[in-house]
């Protein structure tokens, strides 16, 4: 479980396809304090930790992505030299300052609009259509592992805006129109939905 409250940028440093694709991300997380095992949002994507080493100063962690998360997220893209947003899970006592993310992504977002609003950005996105019903004015929403607030929707196209400081801490300033993100709707959106289906 994660808040969506990226807290570093990693690099992908190696990729190696075998049975399923393994991925080295380089990471600022002091390499002595990620346990084997344990779960990281690498943009939005929850992870298991295979292996880990460095120092403090270049730390990294290997992962191992199945083809079917491969084939249902932005990591088919990924690229040696890649900056991703990073999350470690949530632990009891942690401030909860985003939203409940799971890191299990719904689907693939287009990036279709950019426009500079005072000092914030902001980003128009088009879902799919299966998942626009999701996404609600002022909901949130997981955008590559950020907890965003949904300003405006239009059929499947949605807005939200990134602060300058979001857009200092996570990857969001490398974006470009055309560009695809992982999409995670909101846990409580999906399961109103479901039960407004038995309604």
């Known amino acids: ?47 298991t930790v295979t292996d880990r080493g460095g120092d403090d100063r270049a730390g ?36 909860l300052g985003g939203h409940i993310v799971s890191g299990h992504v719904d689907g693939v977002a287009e990036l279709v609009a950019i426009r500079d609003e005072g000092d914030s950005t902001r980003l128009t996105f088009r879902a799919p259509e299966a998942l626009a019903k999701f996404i609600a004015p002022k909901g949130s929403i997981a955008l590559n592992g950020t907890s965003l607030t949904v300003n405006e929707v239009d059929g499947a ?18 974006l470009s129109v055309g560009d695809r993100v992982n999409l995670e709707i909101d846990t409580l959106a999906r399961y109103v939905a479901r039960l407004s289906e038995w309604g």
């Open 60 to 95: 990294w962690f290997d992962v191992d992505i199945s083809a079917e998360t491969v084939s249902r997220t932005t990591l088919r893209d990924w690229t040696v030299g890649k900056r991703v947003n990073l999350e470690r899970a949530l632990k009891l006592g942690d401030e």
């Open 1 to 47: 479980m994660f808040t969506g409250i990226i807290t570093d940028i990693g690099t992908v440093t190696a990729l190696d396809q075998k049975g399923d694709l393994t991925a080295r991300i380089g990471t600022g997380y002091p390499p002595a304090g990620i346990a084997i095992g344990a779960s990281i949002a690498c943009d939005g994507v929850c992870l």
């Open 157 to 174: 196209e949605f807005g939200v805006n990134v602060i300058p400081h979001t857009k200092a801490v996570t990857t969001w300033g490398d």
